[in-house]
C-alpha cells in the first residue's frame, strides 16, 4: 500500500492539473487520466474520444478534462488506485499493473497469445469475466478492453531460437512473464521502461521485452542486434469509469458514454495492430515511416521454438498461474481464454 503522503500528493497535483476555470461549467464535466502521452493510443484513441468525440455526440454537454498519466506524474500500477480513491472519474491502464488480482493478470499471460486473432479471440472470450471482476473488486464499470502493439523479445546477443535465451538476463515486468523466463531458463530482471536502453549497453540485462514501435521510438533498435518473434502478450489495457461517477450520472450521460466506447475500442484495436506493424518494420529492415531502419536479425520462432514454448506455458506459466488463482479461477480461465487458444490449466 501507498503511504498517505504519496496519495494526497498526487491528490493535489491532479487538482491544480484539472483545475476548472471560473466560468459556468458544462452539465457533466469529467476527470480523466489516460495512458503514455508519447503513445499513438493516447493520441488517436484515448484523447479524442474523451475530449472531443463525447462532447460533440452529447451537443456540448460532457465535457471532460483529460491527460495521460505521463504528464499527471503517476506510475501505471497507481492508476487503478486513484480511480478508486476518486481522484479520477476515468480511466485507461494496462490490466497486467492492477497488482496481485489474479483474475486481472489471467486476461494476459505471458506467452499465451502469440497472434491478433488469438489476441481477438482472448479478450472476447474473458471481457465478461473482467467486467464482473472490474465491478466487485475496482468498484468500477469496464468499458472495454484493448491492446497495444505485441510485447516481443529484443536482445543485445546471438539469438537463433529459445534455447539461446537459457543463462541470458531479460527484462520481465509481470509474474508470468518472469514464469516464462525462468521456465526457458533465463533470470527475468525487473527494470523501468526508461532504464533499459543503458541497461542493454552496459550489459546489466541481455534482452528486454516491450510494444514493438514504442520500442523503436524509444532507441532500443540502437542498443539490441536481434528481434525474436516471442509474444508474450498484448499489454491488454482497459477503459473504465468509476462506479461512483456512473451512478451519479444521468441515463442519457451514461449512454452516450456506453454507446460511443465501442467505436474507439474498436479504433484502439486498429491503431495497435497498425503500429504493431510499423514497429516491426521499423526495427528490422523497414520500410520504416518514422526514422531509419533499425536492422535488427529477424528471429522467427522453428517449429521446435513451438513445441519447447508449449512445454514452458503448460509446466511454468499455466502451473504457476493456476497456483495463484486457485481451482474457481483456473476453471473460469480455461473456459474461455483457454478455450479459445486451445491451452487448459491442469486441475
Not at 464535466?29 to 474523451?50: D, H, R, S
Not at 441515463?251 to 454507446?259: G, N, P
Request: glycine share 10%; proline share 4%; with cysteine.
Amino acid at each position: 500500500m501507498k503511504p498517505i503522503g504519496k496519495t494526497c500528493q498526487v491528490a493535489v497535483l491532479t487538482s491544480a492539473l484539472f483545475a476548472a476555470p471560473l466560468a459556468a461549467q458544462e452539465a457533466v464535466n469529467l476527470k480523466v487520466v489516460g495512458t503514455w502521452g508519447y503513445l499513438n493510443t493516447w493520441n488517436q484513441v484515448e484523447k479524442p474520444f474523451w475530449t472531443e468525440e463525447l462532447k460533440a455526440a452529447s451537443n456540448g454537454k460532457i465535457t471532460v478534462e483529460a491527460l495521460p498519466m505521463t504528464e499527471v506524474g503517476l506510475k501505471g500500477f497507481e492508476v487503478m488506485r486513484m480511480l478508486q480513491l476518486g481522484v479520477f472519474d476515468g480511466a485507461h491502464g494496462i490490466i497486467s499493473y492492477l497488482g496481485d488480482d489474479p483474475v486481472a493478470e489471467g486476461a494476459d499471460l505471458a506467452g499465451v497469445v502469440q497472434t491478433w486473432d488469438e489476441a481477438k479471440a482472448a479478450v472476447a472470450a474473458y471481457e465478461p469475466v473482467l467486467a464482473e471482476s472490474f465491478d466487485k473488486t475496482y468498484d468500477a464499470k469496464l468499458l472495454g478492453v484493448y491492446p497495444f502493439p505485441s510485447q516481443l523479445l529484443y536482445c543485445n546477443a546471438p539469438i537463433s531460437g529459445l534455447a539461446d535465451l537459457k543463462g541470458k538476463k531479460i527484462r520481465s515486468y509481470s509474474k508470468s512473464m518472469s514464469d516464462l523466463f525462468t521456465g526457458l531458463g533465463a533470470t527475468p530482471v525487473t527494470i523501468a521502461f526508461g532504464e533499459v536502453v543503458p541497461a542493454l549497453q552496459l550489459g546489466t540485462v541481455d534482452c528486454a521485452v516491450s510494444g514493438t514501435l514504442p520500442s523503436y521510438t524509444s532507441g532500443w533498435g540502437e542498443a539490441t542486434t536481434h528481434l525474436v518473434r516471442l509474444s508474450t502478450g498484448y499489454a491488454f489495457s482497459f477503459a473504465a469509469v468509476s462506479k461512483v461517477s456512473w451512478d451519479r450520472m444521468d441515463e442519457e450521460t451514461r449512454d452516450i458514454i456506453a454507446s460511443n466506447a465501442g467505436a474507439m475500442i474498436d479504433r484502439a484495436w486498429e491503431i495497435g495492430q497498425k503500429d504493431d506493424e510499423m514497429g516491426i518494420a521499423c526495427l528490422t529492415d523497414g520500410p520504416c515511416e518514422v526514422g531509419d531502419p533499425a536492422g535488427l536479425v529477424d528471429v522467427a520462432l522453428s517449429d521446435a521454438d513451438r513445441a519447447q514454448l508449449a512445454d514452458v506455458l503448460q509446466a511454468t506459466v499455466l502451473e504457476s498461474f493456476g497456483a495463484r488463482c486457485g481451482a474457481a479461477c483456473s476453471a473460469t480461465w480455461n473456459e474461455t481464454i483457454g478455450r479459445a487458444v486451445h491451452l487448459t490449466i491442469a486441475e
